[in-house]
């Protein structure tokens, strides 16, 4: 019965020594650093670093730029405010009439048109366009 125990106990180790071998052979194809995953992973762990420096000069760039609109935002307050007291200033100002004609020490002589079909200088032009009097006003 021993001899029995003996031959069993080496199929045994035997299987078991074919099992480790099988799964040796599988371990180093999952690990292989061109075809397996092995491969991936390492691509990925590349991929991953490249990706953490792009990150970090990103977060740099846009504090950088952070800051640049901050300032910009400053100086901008600072020339609405500029512009707004000189706004303001111009309200003090009194109006501008731009219709006023200098004044001449001769009067200009009234025209003369043929058979007098003009005699009334009260009278508004002709092409006379109301829009140019709302635009002004």
Do not use: W
């Not at 099988?22 to 397996?36: D, I, T």
């Amino acid at each position: 019965m021993e001899i029995l125990a003996d031959i069993m106990l080496g199929f045994g180790a035997i299987g078991a020594a074919i099992y480790c071998f099988v799964l040796s052979k599988r371990l180093r194809r999952f690990n292989n650093l061109q075809n397996g995953m092995g491969g991936a992973v390492a691509v990925l762990s590349a991929q991953v670093d490249d990706m953490t420096t792009t990150l970090n000069s990103a977060q740099d760039a846009a504090a950088q730029s952070a800051d640049i609109l901050t300032d910009l935002t400053r100086r901008a307050e600072a020339a609405t405010q500029k512009l707004e007291l000189m706004m303001a200033s111009l309200h003090d100002l009194p109006e501008h009439n731009q219709t006023t004609v200098p004044e001449t020490s001769e009067p200009e002589p009234a025209p003369t048109y043929p058979n007098n079909q003009r005699n009334n200088s009260d009278e508004s032009p002709v092409f006379f366009s109301h829009r140019v009097l709302e635009a002004a006003e």
